[in-house]
């Protein structure tokens, strides 16, 4: 059996004091099935009047997913969506052809603890039509003294109401107390899983806090020796068949679709609509580290 490949986390700054830690993508990785970003944000307490405020940015070719544990936050888009996330929740956001959207704290905010993720869409959408949708409702069950929330996919006869486009899992775990959990898996799956919160041991590894475990396809079950109060993100999928291309904002297919995309945002095409109170946050794109 392959070892578990440990990844250590790059801090991020999103701005106005907001450092997240990047789980993905690496160097050393820069996918899990099609999970191609995973930003861990908090937990942080903010002062009075502080908060997380990310002014309008565009996505292409990809779907956000928001898993909100603790605070509140404000979605809006260019589609004319605005919807609060709430613990427990989630928002998916699907940018096909291209969208646009701003995230902002609640006003009175003093806490925010998220996972931000992002999944790569097939080539067959790249250009699909956007969409959004929150998911308040999620599966949920205990087990071995963890609380199991499935974000994403299928798992063990039970299935996310997300809608997604490859065959991949999202889930959430959350030890009571110290515990010991066996976790059935696909074996045709890759499989990243990062404490949010505690600390893990797999197969006599120990991962502690944003210490990010890589399990490669093979395995048929892994048991995890938890710690009380731990959390865990369990992401997996199919190994994703088509390279992609990322920068900023963007995910594309080649760098042709990226370029096109930073110049459409850059005019202020239509393929990027306003935001409502958004147009005066608009984020400038970084330039093109290739040539077009």
Not at 112 to 119: C, D, G, S, T, Y
Not at 132 to 137: A, D, G, L, Q, S
């Amino acid at each position: 059996m392959s070892p578990i490949e440990l990844i250590l986390p790059r801090a991020a700054d999103l701005g106005e004091g907001m450092i997240v830690r990047r789980a993905l993508p690496t160097r050393q990785r820069r996918m899990v099935g099609a999970w191609c970003f995973l930003d861990h944000a908090g937990p942080v307490d903010f002062a009075p009047g502080g908060g997380m405020h990310v002014g309008a940015h565009p996505h292409t070719c990809l779907q956000t997913f928001t898993w909100l544990i603790d605070g509140e936050v404000l979605h809006r888009d260019s589609l004319g969506h605005e919807q609060w996330i709430r613990p427990g929740q989630v928002n998916l956001m699907t940018a096909g052809h291209g969208i646009v959207h701003t995230e902002d704290s609640a006003s009175d905010a003093r806490r925010l603890h998220a996972a931000q993720l992002w999944i790569a869409l097939p080539p067959e959408l790249a250009d699909c039509p956007p969409a959004f949708e929150h998911y308040p409702n999620l599966p949920r069950w205990n087990d071995a003294g963890c609380t199991l929330t499935l974000l994403a996919g299928r798992f063990g006869g039970r299935e996310s109401p997300a809608r997604i486009h490859t065959p991949l899992v999202g889930m959430d775990l959350l030890a009571s107390q110290d515990a010991q959990l066996a976790l059935p898996l696909d074996p045709s799956f890759e499989y990243g899983l990062l404490p949010l919160e505690g600390s893990m041991d797999i197969a006599g590894q120990h991962f502690a806090t944003d210490e990010f475990a890589y399990l490669p396809p093979g395995r048929e079950r892994i048991t995890l020796d938890l710690t009380a109060g731990s959390r865990i993100l369990l992401v997996g999928g199919e190994p994703f068949g088509e390279p992609v291309t990322m920068w900023w904002n963007f995910v594309g297919h080649d760098k042709a679709a990226i370029a096109q995309a930073q110049r459409d945002w850059e005019s202020g095409d239509a393929r990027f609509g306003p935001v409502k109170e958004g147009e005066d946050r608009r984020l400038v794109a970084p330039p093109l580290p290739w040539t077009v």
